[in-house]
Nanobody, 125 residues
Framework: QLQLVESGGGLVHPGGSLRLSCAASGKTLDYYSIGWFRQAPGKEREGVACITGNGRITDYADSVTGRFTISRDNAKKMVYLQMNSLKTEDTAVYFC??????????????????WGQGTQVTVSS
């Protein structure tokens, strides 16, 4: 069983930056593609970014391309989401998730098997 725990959320002003972390335990992380998702109140869960098991392929939602960067350190069992130039519309609970398909980057939440508990990101002046 793979366990995921997010951290790094908080309150930030528009234009600011945050780095979210996702710590994995229980299994070797290399075999999993990892995705970051977010859900704002009253809205559906949205795929934000994803990365393959070896970190060579990434994909991003159009709304965050150029502002967010996903990365991973398999030796440390960590995945990161660097968020720059944050906007009020980025406010949401952010989740990391894992799928047992190391070479397939996907932003489709229904593909993912393991989920963290989420971390709140609030962008407000």
């Amino acid at each position: 069983q793979l366990q995921l725990v997010e951290s790094g959320g908080g309150l930030v002003h528009p234009g600011g930056s945050l780095r979210l972390s996702c710590a994995a335990s229980g299994k070797t992380l290399d075999y999993y593609s990892i995705g970051w998702f977010r859900q704002a109140p009253g809205k559906e869960r949205e795929g934000v970014a994803c990365i393959t098991g070896n970190g060579r392929i990434t994909d991003y939602a159009d709304s965050v391309t150029g502002r967010f960067t996903i990365s991973r350190d398999n030796a440390k069992k960590m995945v990161y989401l660097q968020m720059n130039s944050l906007k009020t519309e980025d406010t949401a609970v952010y989740f990391c998730a894992a799928v047992d398909l190391a070479h397939v980057p996907t932003l489709r939440s229904e593909m993912y098997d393991y989920w963290g508990q989420g971390t709140q990101v609030t962008v407000s002046s």
